[in-house]
């Protein structure tokens, strides 16, 4: 289902010209005093308007009827928002692969320890197949590097 875009600035512009069609038919009939009075109202009332720019930056963010947001028409890719959407991109990956170097050698490093511990050490064969074994060396590297 399309939905037609609804601009109500063209129909109050519209409406506008309409009013200002019938007040101009109207303001013949009057005395020139009147008219002079009229006129210097309009043109106060021209200068208390806000400027056109600022009219065009309210327009140009705007909320549809369907309530989505529009940019302005001139806004497109060009070369800095490209590299602004792709910058948060970068950084999270260049951030995940910092934490899973540093992740995997802090493995390989309590790996090659233990392994160094156990080719050094004089133990009985049944001290291998404990289940504690392991965590009795993390102890003991421990210990150790806290006496270095």
Do not use: C
């Not at 601009?7 to 008219?35: C, E, F, M, W, Y």
């Not at 050094?120 to 404990?130: G, Q, S």
């Amino acid at each position: 289902m399309k939905h037609q875009q609804i601009h109500p600035d063209n129909d109050v512009d519209r409406l506008g010209q309409q009013l200002s069609a019938k007040l101009s038919t109207a303001s013949l009939d009057l005395g020139h005093d009147i008219s002079e009075r009229l006129r210097i109202a309009r043109q106060l009332a021209l200068k208390s308007r806000p400027p056109v720019v600022i009219m065009q930056r309210r327009m140009a963010g705007s909320v549809q009827s369907q309530g989505t947001l529009t940019g302005t028409p001139e806004e497109g890719l060009n070369l800095w928002s490209i590299f602004a959407s792709a910058l948060p991109i970068l950084a999270l990956v260049l951030g995940l692969l910092v934490l899973q170097d540093m992740q995997s050698d802090d493995v390989t490093s309590d790996i090659a320890r233990i392994d160094a511990a156990l080719l050094t050490d004089e133990l009985p064969p049944d001290a291998y197949t404990d289940p504690g074994f392991v965590q009795f060396l993390k102890l003991q590297l421990v210990r150790t590097a806290a006496n270095d």
